[in-house]
């Protein structure tokens, strides 16, 4: 232990980058309350918000709010409750509109989540437009959401899987992607950003690669918006996918952007009530959008919570939340390189505070414990993301993911703490 005293000693003398952060960082911890428990007795280090954010004081109070005194069935009835949850639910689609700046609300679906968008698209889009012999290219790094329906679509339909590969940085083999590009490509699915190396990747760049060819684009964008300004207007993609617990709002929400020319296009995917507007035995006429894509009872409450969420973050601004993110990638990146042992896999020049991380002589799963015991909480496993552990020839990592409440000094214990657990199983 005298060892390990002496090497975390000589590691604080090589932390030479400055703390500085956006001047309210102390009131929007006090935002949320779950960051001002213990965990074992330790104060509580949240670093898993790749998997899910924590909630502001303003999401929680809302939907506690709407439970228990304006619940109501939305679009359907014609009394003040109904009145007021349906005008609730519209606000928050103008919000998210207004925060990944689409042209209109309606071109704004709310979904389960990412991955009840995804597939809505790879069901809708790939029945219509997906035959035998076609193409649907993805990349190497795309979360099993992104890759999984469109593999499923292919083998359905007898087309091709193919993949954008990557280097050894995390960054996308773009010198390839015109080559992947072929006249049977129906559909380019990719990830804005990495969910298991913080890469983010250039799309603006690739969807008018792909736009060249008149190929439509999925951005799948579940680790992107709550960390930078998105304007699907500006990105020019075709549609463009997120969760609302990813961004700090809550659970069973998701949004499924699409240009409207595609949506107007393709079909429903879901069937039922409020979907619809004409119904015979003989025929069923579908409803405007985007209700055509919303069947059955949406969780409007959820909607209405992820609406709060955004405007929260747009009232503290997206700039100095990338700004101050910016600054926890230098600062983590610089730390956890003194650390004898630890490599990070992933070292893109542009990427987000993520770090996929292995401690020389240990597994991932006995370091996560460990942490956990001592107040920290990580992932550690493949992160949904198989074929980018396959890359590195490796089985899984310790991944700590950061966001706009995270501090410098947990990044300090963090980096205190990994020292603990490699005294304690090496």
């Not at 109501?72 to 606000?91: F, K, N, P, Q």
């Not at 393709?266 to 507007?277: H, T």
């Not at 601004?317 to 003194?338: F, K, M, P, R, W």
Request: hydrophobic share 40%.
């Amino acid at each position: 232990m005298q060892c390990l005293s002496h090497q975390l000693r000589k590691i604080k003398l090589l932390i030479t980058v400055p703390k500085a952060s956006y001047p309210n960082l102390k009131s929007i911890r006090e935002d949320f309350p779950i960051l001002h428990r213990k965990v074992h007795g330790k104060p509580l280090i949240y670093f898993d918000n790749g998997a899910t954010t924590q909630k502001p004081r303003l999401v929680i109070e809302t939907m506690n709010r709407i439970y228990e005194q304006e619940n109501s069935s939305i679009h359907r009835g014609v009394h003040y409750l109904s009145d007021r949850m349906t005008e609730a639910y519209e606000e928050a689609r103008n919000s998210v509109r207004k925060f990944i700046g689409a042209a209109a609300s309606h071109e704004i679906v709310f979904t389960s989540g990412t991955t009840g968008s995804i597939n809505a698209v790879a069901t809708s889009f790939g029945e219509k437009y997906v035959g035998p012999g076609d193409e649907v290219l993805v990349t190497v790094m795309e979360h099993h959401a992104n890759l999984v329906p469109w593999q499923m679509l292919c083998e359905r339909k007898g087309a091709r899987l193919r993949a954008i590969p990557m280097n050894d940085r995390g960054e996308l083999m773009l010198d390839q992607l015109d080559s992947l590009l072929t006249g049977r490509t129906r559909m380019l699915a990719v990830t804005h950003v990495s969910n298991a190396l913080g890469t983010i990747n250039p799309v603006k760049n690739i969807v008018a690669r792909a736009h060249e060819r008149n190929i439509p684009v999925l951005v799948d964008g579940a680790q992107a918006v709550q960390h930078l300004a998105v304007d699907v207007t500006e990105l020019d993609c075709d549609f463009y996918v997120f969760s609302g617990h990813k961004v700090y709002g809550p659970t069973g929400i998701g949004i499924l952007y699409g240009k409207e020319k595609w949506l107007e296009d393709l079909p429903p995917y879901q069937y039922g009530g409020d979907m619809v507007d004409q119904v015979s035995l003989e025929k069923t006429t579908f409803n405007e959008l985007p209700l055509k894509f919303e069947a059955g009872t949406t969780n409007y409450v959820g909607a209405i919570g992820m609406g709060k969420a955004l405007e929260y973050l747009q009232g503290i601004g997206l700039e100095d939340i990338a700004a101050h993110e910016h600054h926890l990638v230098d600062y983590a990146t610089h730390n956890l390189s003194q650390v004898p042992g630890v490599r990070i896999y992933g070292m893109a020049s542009q990427r987000i505070a993520t770090f996929s991380i292995l401690l020389e002589n240990t597994h991932p799963y006995d370091v996560g414990m460990i942490l956990d015991k001592l107040g920290i909480a990580v992932r550690t496993g493949t992160h949904c993301a198989q074929p980018v552990m396959q890359h590195f020839g490796i089985e899984g990592t310790l991944r700590a993911s950061l966001a706009m409440y995270n501090t410098p000094e947990e990044i300090d214990r963090f980096v205190t703490e990994l020292q603990t657990a490699k005294s304690m199983l090496t």
